[in-house]
């Protein structure tokens, strides 16, 4: 173990997974109270059209998926407010949109494309020194915001209406969720891939939610669960030699089946008291 910890691929992709677990385990606490989860599947699903463009013009595959990502939140958050289509239609045009754009692009780019298939499905292991430095960066500055005004987006997230109420835009601070929210899916590409990102915002918190019983709790759980499924995940992947992003989530998944089994007899035993 101790060798492997001296491998500076491995300490990279710990560094960078640690970090995006707290993150995006965190924002997954107000993806689920404001059930966002299609959101941050369709803003994923996107971006492999951003990801696309930077390898066509040879700009940083990482950089113009987060530029396209962030513009494609922005879009929908304008649709939602001067359409009358539900929030769901506009996210599924766009998502389809977006991916089948960046089929398109792919397309017109000869040959094997490895970075195109990382995008796809992750590659921790591969994650560059650049990468590691957006990454820290920009996770701490989404993790400072989501600090510095958490009552409001929890406010915000259990009731709208109360938020407005409280004297603060709501209008506002949802764009600004979409933002962050559309940021830290884009750094979590880079661990799991497109297909599988979101998976780490929903699992956590919904293995949390079944053994806290606070707010607060909820928070704890959910940030140790996630840093303990991409630890695990990571360290079981590179022995067994299988894709790391497949096995961070399948970890999460199983912890909270395990979770689930729990809580369901302890339920069961306080009936029968």
């Not at 560094?15 to 997954?28: D, K, P, Q």
């Amino acid at each position: 173990m101790v060798e492997l910890l001296q491998l500076p691929f491995m300490q990279r992709a710990l560094l960078a997974g640690l970090v995006l677990g707290i993150l995006l385990a965190y924002l997954g606490i107000f993806v689920t109270l404001r059930k966002m989860a299609f959101f941050s599947d369709g803003i994923a699903h996107a971006a492999l059209a951003g990801a696309a463009i930077g390898l066509l013009t040879r700009f940083s595959p990482l950089l113009s998926a987060l530029l396209f990502s962030v513009l494609l939140a922005v879009l929908i958050f304008w649709l939602e407010k001067k359409s009358s289509l539900s929030s769901d239609a506009i996210i599924g045009i766009l998502f389809t949109s977006g991916m089948a754009l960046g089929v398109v692009l792919i397309s017109l780019r000869q040959g094997y494309q490895p970075e195109l298939i990382g995008y796809l499905f992750g590659n921790i292991l591969a994650i560059r020194r650049l990468d590691l430095a957006l990454i820290i960066g920009l996770s701490l500055l989404v993790m400072a915001f989501i600090l510095i005004h958490r009552r409001k987006l929890t406010l915000l997230a259990l009731d709208r209406e109360m938020a407005y109420m409280a004297g603060f835009n709501p209008d506002l601070y949802q764009l600004l969720l979409y933002i962050m929210l559309a940021c830290s899916l884009v750094l979590g590409i880079r661990v799991l891939g497109i297909i599988l990102v979101s998976a780490i915002l929903i699992i956590p918190v919904s293995t949390a939610r079944l053994v806290s019983r606070s707010f607060k709790a909820l928070t704890w759980w959910t940030v140790l669960i996630a840093e303990f499924t991409v630890l695990a995940g990571l360290l079981i992947s590179y022995f067994l030699n299988l894709p790391t992003g497949a096995v961070i989530v399948l970890t999460g998944s199983t912890l909270f089946s395990l979770a689930f089994i729990a809580s369901s007899l302890l339920r069961k035993r306080r009936l029968r008291r």
